[in-house]
């Protein structure tokens, strides 16, 4: 069956630390992968994406990797500040092309 | 810039009633989509529409519909309504020929008793 998956544990971190965040997929071959932010009851925002034929992408103190033969996308956030603290999902468009599919969500907390 | 606007943001039903959800995607924008999170839960896909045809289907129950309108507008229609059903529900819009992310709105939460 198809799965996205992303730490099920939440990530508790220092601040000033590089907070790494994991994303597999199974049984998918997406053409991009995309990183959301979400803060408790509001929508989630997008941050990044990044393509099949792309290794990495960066955007200020993000930064994301695609690796497609590992099924696998890794998220940084380097000089973490508490402000980071969130659930983070990652997100692939399946189906015919217009269903954007979440991942379990980690959780992570930066703490001074 | 415009957001995508959703409305009502609370909303309280009984049990067997019926609810109706309503989005304004950005401006342009050609798809929709409907979410559900429960509390603790990653947001589950509900069902998108495409230039107002329906595109993808997820686990929306049959008690649940929804169209796009020809202002691009949408509504989720939620019948016989359970305890269950209970849960912050998300628009979202996106340009699938541009950039394809999408920008969700503030959500609607609907709490059943």
């Known amino acids: 069956s198809q799965k996205i998956e992303q730490n099920s544990e939440a990530l508790n971190i220092q601040e000033g630390k590089t907070a790494t965040l994991t994303c597999n997929y199974t049984?998918?071959?997406?053409?991009?992968l995309q990183w959301y932010r979400q803060d408790p009851g509001r929508g989630p925002v997008f941050l990044l994406l990044i393509r099949e034929n792309e290794k990495e992408k960066r955007k200020e103190r993000l930064k994301v990797t695609f690796d497609t033969t590992l099924k696998q996308s890794l998220f940084h956030i380097t000089a973490s500040q508490p402000a980071d603290s969130a659930t983070y999902l990652c997100a692939l468009l399946t189906g015919g092309g217009n269903k954007l599919t979440f991942g379990t969500g980690t959780q992570l907390k930066v703490e001074l | 810039a415009a957001g995508v606007i959703q409305s009502p943001r609370h909303l309280i039903k009984e049990k067997r009633e019926t609810a109706t959800l309503k989005c304004y995607p950005i401006p342009r924008h050609d798809t929709v989509y409907w979410y559900q999170q429960g509390p603790g839960q990653d947001p589950q896909f509900l069902i998108s529409f495409y230039e107002k045809m329906q595109s993808d289907k997820g686990s929306i129950p049959d008690r649940f519909s929804a169209q796009q309108f020809s202002d691009y507008h949408s509504e989720l229609n939620m019948s016989s309504l359970e305890l269950g059903d209970s849960a912050l529900y998300f628009c979202?819009?996106?340009?699938?020929?541009?950039?394809?992310?999408?920008?969700f709105g503030q959500g609607t939460r609907l709490t059943v008793v």
């Open positions: 049984n998918y071959s997406p053409a991009y």
């Open positions: 979202a819009s996106s340009f699938a020929r541009g950039q394809v992310e999408a920008f």
